[in-house]
RNA sequence: GCACCGGUGGCGAAGUGGCUAACGCGCUGGUCUGCAAAACCAGUAUUCGCGGGUUCAAUUCCCGCCCGGUGCUCCA
């Protein structure tokens, strides 16, 4: 199916083929890794993760590049402020990243980049936009883009500077640059800073450059799609093409795909208005690593999303639906007739997903097909009338649905003890809430044992004893199920 | 201030110039169950921020207003 995608550049909606008839090259800004990640960036990385899973479901293959921004101002004070080497402080937030990102279960991308591994791809790029007269050395020794050498600039985030004129005052510390608008390519170390000693002076790389001289170099210098959340828009993109596509004179790249933000219980995210969260608070706070994906997931992302606790209550218990449908479609005896009304449903269920997937990645609309689904097939099952071949057709439907959302796999209790045993190591064990921890004291096997005895007293119709035990388990997070096909346990 | 995006049931949210306005969660009643849970059935917006306009017909298009968000500065 073709899959078509809002295109930030041209303001339109268009098919999305890969340029060389091959794979889908992509490059994604990734973090600049100087903290933990918050629920903000994960919904952006969630989204491109969406994005690829979509496009290989339509047998699309992606060549992806994710950049790790690991020198910036930020890393730079906090580093300082810590008294680590910058590489010690990155290293820890880069693996806390990508912990995160397993979590969460979004693919890793094909390429991961340093801008610290590829320092002479970026001072290559200065140079011949230097020797274009597009970048221009202050006396200070860092380097700036000429963005008058540009007259598109803009032309992503919409924005007219032709009119915008450099007037008498400028800023006392930006005196050295041709126009208040120029940006800065490679910045001069100053006394005490981490630098680079190289042919076009000392210093580090300013943050455009070195997503531009990465996506180059792994994915050439045109390439199928840019993506990022859409505060980069401007300026981060918009200088990634003035520099890049000034340096080549050809397309950066074609499609640019940018993620809305999210706000939290209705305002945006931040730390002095309290409604801030990393995704280790919330798994901390007992919400389960699926929910927090299926949640983030669920609002197409050109829309914004309210982040609420109750909202990720909502997909916690959308999530068990769906792991509680699939669980029992496995278990059941089909009929031996073939359920042609069901069949018809299922077609059309199927036709809807991977429509709306296709049609700038609706993901409400493809969840909506799926659910409306599961409620005939429950429906379907508790009649006794869904045969071998329908259930196949079912758990085909199924199965795509999770190469996209990937919620049906249960690792949730992994990831809670992953963050309490993270959490123990860090000293943060009074950010744990209780439940958190009356739930993982319990074994699989300490579970299963209470539920034989439980099972032994309802035999002998002491109900009293079977409620006790029940109760006893609830109360530690643990819900049972009594079926015809035995007992189901799950945590809560 | 300028620009852009949104405002749909208790909450989140899809969608469309005209079929009963998806879906998830919640709530109420019922079926099932030792009791629960799960599942199913029924009910839960005479209506899509407010006012005006275009149209045979608007929640959907246009204008104004109010509210929320974002960008213009580091930010996913």
Excluded at 119 to 142: C, F, H, P, T
Excluded at 199 to 204: D, H, P, S, T, V
Excluded at 229 to 244: K, R, T, W, Y
Excluded at 339 to 353: D, K, P, T, W, Y
Aim: glycine share 6%; hydrophobic share 40%; net charge negative.
């Amino acid at each position: 199916m073709t899959i078509r995608l809002f295109n930030t550049l041209t303001s339109n909606i268009e098919e999305l083929r890969p340029l060389d008839g091959e794979a889908l090259r992509v490059y994604a800004c990734g973090p600049t890794v100087y903290d933990y990640g918050h629920i903000g960036n994960f919904r952006t990385f969630l989204h491109v993760d969406i994005l690829r899973r979509v496009l290989e479901l339509n047998g699309v293959k992606v060549k992806h590049v994710m950049n790790i921004t690991d020198v910036d101002d930020k890393i730079i004070r906090n580093a300082t402020a810590a008294g680590l080497p910058i590489g010690e402080y990155t290293h820890r937030y880069e693996r806390a990243f990508f912990e995160d990102l397993d979590t969460l279960s979004v693919e890793r991308p094909e390429i991961i980049a340093r801008a610290t591994e590829h320092i002479s791809d970026m001072v290559l790029l200065i140079q011949r936009l230097a020797a274009q007269n597009l970048a221009y050395k202050a006396e200070d020794g860092s380097w700036y883009f000429r963005i008058a050498g540009f007259p598109e600039y803009g032309k992503l985030s919409k924005k007219d500077f032709s009119g915008i004129t450099d007037g008498a005052r400028v800023d006392v510390d930006e005196y050295d640059k041709d126009s208040a608008r120029d940006f800065a390519l490679w910045k001069a170390p100053k006394p005490g800073e981490y630098f680079w000693e190289t042919e076009i002076g000392a210093g580090r790389p300013g943050w455009h450059i070195e997503c531009s001289a990465m996506a180059m170099r792994y994915l050439g210098e045109s390439f199928d799609l840019h993506a990022g959340g859409e505060d980069l828009m401007f300026p981060h993109h918009e200088n990634e093409i003035a520099q890049s596509e000034s340096a080549t004179h050809k397309v950066f790249a074609r499609h640019w795909f940018h993620v809305r933000f999210l706000l939290v219980e209705g305002r945006k995210m931040s730390k002095s208005e309290g409604n801030f969260y990393t995704l280790r608070d919330l798994l901390l706070k007992g919400h389960k690593a699926s929910a927090i994906r299926f949640l983030l997931t669920s609002v197409p992302y050109r829309q914004q999303l309210n982040f609420t606790f109750e909202g990720l209550a909502a997909e916690t218990g959308a999530v068990e639906r769906l792991r509680t449908f699939h669980q029992r479609l496995q278990s059941i005896t089909p009929a031996a007739q073939q359920n042609e009304q069901l069949a018809a449903e299922i077609h059309r269920a199927s036709q809807g997903f991977h429509a709306a997937l296709a049609n700038d990645l609706n993901t409400a609309e493809a969840r909506a097909a799926v659910f409306e689904l599961v409620r005939q097939a429950n429906a379907a099952m508790d009649a006794g009338t869904i045969s071998l071949e329908n259930r196949t057709e079912i758990q085909k439907l199924l199965s795509d649905f999770d190469k996209v959302f990937a919620v049906l796999e249960d690792r949730d209790a992994e990831w809670a003890r992953f963050a309490l045993e993270w959490a123990e190591r860090e000293g943060r064990l009074d950010q744990v809430a209780p439940e958190v921890k009356a739930q993982l004291s319990l074994s699989d096997g300490q579970i299963e044992a209470l539920i034989a005895e439980r099972n032994q007293a309802r035999r002998v119709r002491n109900f009293a004893r079977a409620d006790q035990i029940r109760n006893e388990l609830l109360e530690k997070g643990i819900i049972l199920e009594d079926s015809k096909e035995g007992v189901r346990w799950k945590r809560k």
